[in-house]
């Protein structure tokens, strides 16, 4: 099957893709009306299925499909108009035909299919494909010739020939370049422009000053201009392949991924966002996201910080029941078992039948697993807890402290226990009575408490109980330990 993909904001770095002639034509008819109509002419896909879509952030997203006539054509409209950004059309195989650019204000276009082998098409309506047609034609021209270049560098005879052959590359690569640039001057409040400014990556200074001569300074500087020039009331951004990526490289190379690092920049770009409610609910949708469940340890205190300072302030009410449900409850487990702050006690019973606290536990460090005597897993990790425990961990004053999850599974557990020599443990579980008497008065559970509701779950606390880590790998707990205690 062969796959057209007519995508070329990334033009720059692919060079043997296949181009979209758009061309505007003059004889078109703009008419005032509040919705939108795009007419699609096929003859390639008469009789079928042809698909309206528009990309959102890495993914897609379809608008509506419509049958084409048998004379290969057909209309896609409604009564309300489309948002800005980037557009597609797919064949009935989902295979991609085409992009083009939607404006606020170019909402009639035409769109007719011309070689569908070479996936060229010609796009009638509005400023903005105009000048996408433009830019594709001349990215058409300079494309062969680069594979061309290409393809001679593989077979050049002598290091002279090859400089040639890439200066050749550069100087066309570079034309390319300077056409968008051109168009970010001539034409800056274009969408395409915006969308030019979007995806370029800032470029250091040539010469380069003596100030930024380190790779510290120079990270700093890429920091400080990587938004240069872009609206973040701009909603258009959501609706390309893009600006979502730049927004993930963006915290993953250039921001520390310390708490009191990302938080600052969250709440400046959500503030920046602000006037328009697009952009803001998606930032916002997407920190929470990312946030909710961090690669790093401790970053879910940004989600907290973004549930206390704009969820629980009534931006909430941009969420779907479903969505605002799934927000409050993360938080809710979240909030009582944030890093440095003391661990919620627990009361539970103990093997014997005696009631034992977690405050009650005197240790330099207390170790707790959350764990189901009926997790595969759980059995395999407990044994290891053991291992490391008798290697190191009761030097440095660590107390074992597991606590069974499942009320029901007292019998499974007992016998794992009874078969395992689990030698200093304190082992503790609530009883099935217990249980139902807290859940009829509405009191939180440890496993609300520490968000114990996946097996096993393990944190650490200092001697005061304050929680140290959570959530990570034995080896990454050893690892801290031994840290901690080398510093002693």
């Known amino acids: 099957m062969k796959i057209k993909f007519a995508f070329t904001w990334l033009i720059f770095l692919v060079f043997n893709i296949q181009i979209v002639a758009a061309i505007n034509l003059p004889s078109i008819v703009q008419t005032k009306q509040e919705g939108y109509q795009i007419t699609f002419k096929s003859k390639e896909s008469k009789s079928k299925r042809v698909y309206l879509g528009n990309f959102y952030g890495k993914f897609n997203q379809y608008v509506d499909s419509v049958v084409l006539d048998t004379n290969g054509n057909a209309i896609f409209k409604a009564n309300t108009k489309l948002s800005s950004g980037i557009y597609f059309f797919q064949d009935h195989r989902r295979i991609q035909l085409l992009d083009f650019i939607v404006a606020k204000d170019d909402q009639q276009i035409t769109i007719e299919e011309i070689n569908y082998e070479t996936a060229s098409y010609k796009v009638q309506g509005g400023n903005e494909n105009s000048l996408y047609a433009a830019y594709n034609e001349f990215v058409r021209k300079a494309v062969p010739e680069i594979n061309q270049y290409r393809a001679e560098l593989l077979s050049a005879k002598s290091k002279a020939d090859s400089l040639k052959i890439q200066s050749k590359i550069q100087v066309k690569t570079q034309s390319i370049d300077q056409y968008r640039i051109n168009i970010i001057k001539e034409q800056p409040s274009s969408l395409l422009a915006q969308f030019f400014i979007a995806m370029e990556r800032p470029k250091l200074p040539n010469p380069l000053p003596k100030t930024l001569s380190t790779q510290s300074a120079q990270l700093a500087y890429f920091k400080m201009h990587y938004w240069d020039g872009i609206d973040f009331t701009n909603s258009a951004f959501i609706k390309t392949p893009f600006f979502e990526p730049k927004l993930e490289e963006f915290f993953k190379y250039y921001v520390s991924p310390t708490v009191d690092s990302i938080i600052p920049i969250v709440d400046q770009m959500l503030a920046d966002a602000k006037p328009n409610a697009d952009m803001y609910f998606y930032l916002l949708s997407k920190f929470s996201n990312k946030f909710m469940n961090p690669a790093y340890l401790g970053q879910d205190k940004v989600f907290v910080h973004l549930y206390q300072n704009y969820y629980l302030k009534g931006d909430t009410v941009l969420l779907n029941p479903k969505d605002k449900k799934t927000i409050i409850q993360t938080a809710n487990k979240l909030i009582a078992n944030q890093l440095g702050v003391k661990a919620a006690n627990f009361d539970l019973i103990d093997m014997n039948g005696n009631p034992q606290s977690l405050y009650s536990v005197v240790a330099n460090y ?30 440095y004053g660590v107390k074992i402290i597991t606590v069974n999850n499942e009320a029901a599974h007292e019998g499974e557990w007992r016998k794992y226990l009874a078969e395992h020599d689990f030698k200093n443990w304190i082992n503790l579980y609530e009883p099935v009575i217990e249980r139902e008497s807290r859940i009829k008065k509405g009191l939180a559970s440890y496993q609300q408490l520490y968000n114990a509701y996946q097996t096993p779950t393990m944190y650490l606390l200092d001697k005061d109980k304050n929680i140290l880590a959570k959530r990570l790998s034995l080896e990454q707990f050893d690892n801290m330990l031994k840290e901690l205690n080398r510093k002693k």
């Open 366 to 395: 207390s170790f707790i697993v959350f764990w189901d005597p009926t997790c595969d897993v759980c059995q395999k990790e407990l044994p290891r807890v053991d291992s490391i425990y008798k290697a190191s961990w009761y030097k």
